[in-house]
């Protein structure tokens, strides 16, 4: 009987993603791209917005239908996931200035209950988590910015244009920073 190191498989699978570091390159190059668009406010950048998440809503919708085939129970649930979220998709394809306005308020109160949560789960955590008053200031931080938007369209769509901006700059820059290093892995000797 062989065995296999962790440390063998991890240089396997670094070996082999090296292989394609190219393709991360490629992608890291696309989001910084997108995150120019956005922050650029250019208005094709805000109408991709509601573009890729058709794409994303068509893509998790079959997934879901694929699911509902493999799956032993809930297939229905899987099918009927995987209906609504194509045709959100397609909407947001077919209308994307008002899918655009949608999300940008849906992002407010996201931001809004979510800072709550963060802001709960930090006075939970203090006992054990010496970083806990980091989850405080971030949940402090995003019921600001919830308030903030709430209420006010032009508000929420600064906060969703300026959020997925940034996200989309640093998602950029860590997949090009990501591409060296797989390129790297790729041409050390073993």
């Not at 440390?7 to 570091?21: H, I, Q, S």
């Not at 490629?26 to 995150?35: D, E, K, P, R, S």
């Not at 809930?74 to 209906?83: D, P, T």
């Not at 600064?158 to 920073?177: K, P």
Request: charged letters at 10%; hydrophobic letters at 60%; one cysteine or more.
């Amino acid at each position: 009987m062989t065995t296999v190191s962790i440390d063998e498989v991890d240089t396997a699978v670094a070996e082999a993603a090296g292989k394609w570091w190219w393709l991360v390159l490629i992608a890291g190059c696309c989001w910084l791209l997108f995150a120019w668009s956005l922050l650029s406010w250019r208005p094709a950048g805000l109408a991709t917005i509601a573009l890729v998440l058709g794409f994303v809503l068509v893509v998790g919708g079959v997934n879901e239908i694929v699911l509902a085939f493999v799956a032993r129970s809930w297939r229905w649930l899987h099918l009927l996931a995987g209906v609504v979220l194509i045709g959100g998709g397609i909407t947001a394809w077919a209308w994307p200035g008002r899918t655009f306005v949608v999300l940008a308020v849906l992002t407010g109160w996201f931001l809004l209950v979510r800072g709550v949560v963060d802001t709960v789960e930090a006075f939970e955590i203090r006992r054990v988590e010496s970083l806990w008053w980091l989850t405080l200031i971030s949940g402090l931080v995003q019921i600001g910015l919830g308030f903030w938007a709430v209420g006010y369209v032009g508000r929420s769509i600064l906060l969703l244009v300026y959020w997925v901006g940034f996200w989309a700059l640093f998602r950029g820059v860590t997949e090009i920073i990501l591409a060296f290093q797989l390129r790297s892995i790729r041409s050390i000797p073993g």
